[in-house]
């Protein structure tokens, strides 16, 4: 983690896991079959999940694959929000939160890059991906506990915008998710 990291760190600590589980409890509470909402949220379970194998990998070609995939489910996840869910959250009155949004994914982009980079059995390498995955978890938090439910509140076509998020995600993931 760099210096700038753990100044960042320092001064805004993260949001408690209470809070947490109480923000994807209220968007599970919002979430209808087949809504945005709830692909989004299953999409955060995957990420949680690949985080986990990532860090509990206990050889370098597994760390590597599990890194892979992880990125895989990242980019897709993020590709489909960037392309569908933060140009309609714009649209429906949140342009502050969807520029913060892409903000905050461009970040995790390149952090992702910076860990590629590293020896995936060193220390560096996993202080770097609890890095991400705190960055993710906020952006989670975020998602769930405001953005998405202000989306799904205001948003001017839900159907459209579940089928085209859908759309998205498969188009870079496809089958990798299940892997």
């Known amino acids: 983690m760099s210096v700038l990291d753990k100044i960042v760190a320092a001064v805004t600590p993260p949001e408690s896991e209470q809070a947490r589980a109480e923000a994807n409890a209220k968007a599970w509470a919002a979430a209808e079959p087949g ?11 995957l990420l949680l999940a690949a985080f986990a194998a990532a860090k509990a990998a206990p050889d370098e070609v597994s760390r590597m694959a599990a890194q892979k995939h992880l990125g895989i489910i990242l980019v897709g996840h993020a590709g489909a929000e960037e392309t569908v869910l933060y140009p309609a959250l714009a649209d429906a009155g949140e342009a502050g939160h969807a ?19 590293l020896p995936p059995m060193s220390q560096d390498w996993m202080d770097k991906i609890e890095h991400i995955e705190g960055a993710v978890r906020h952006h989670m938090f975020e998602e769930e506990g405001t953005w998405f439910l202000e989306l799904k509140e205001k948003g001017k076509n839900p159907g459209k915008t579940a089928m085209r998020f859908k759309e998205e995600y498969e188009r870079y993931v496809g089958d990798e998710a299940n892997a």
Do not use: I, N, S
């Not at 995790?108 to 910076?114: D, E, H, N, R, T």
């Open 35 to 45: 809504d945005f909402l709830t692909e989004a949220l299953e999409h955060h379970k």
């Open 99 to 117: 520029d913060l949004a892409y903000g905050e994914q461009v970040m995790v982009k390149l952090q992702m890059a910076a860990l590629e980079a």
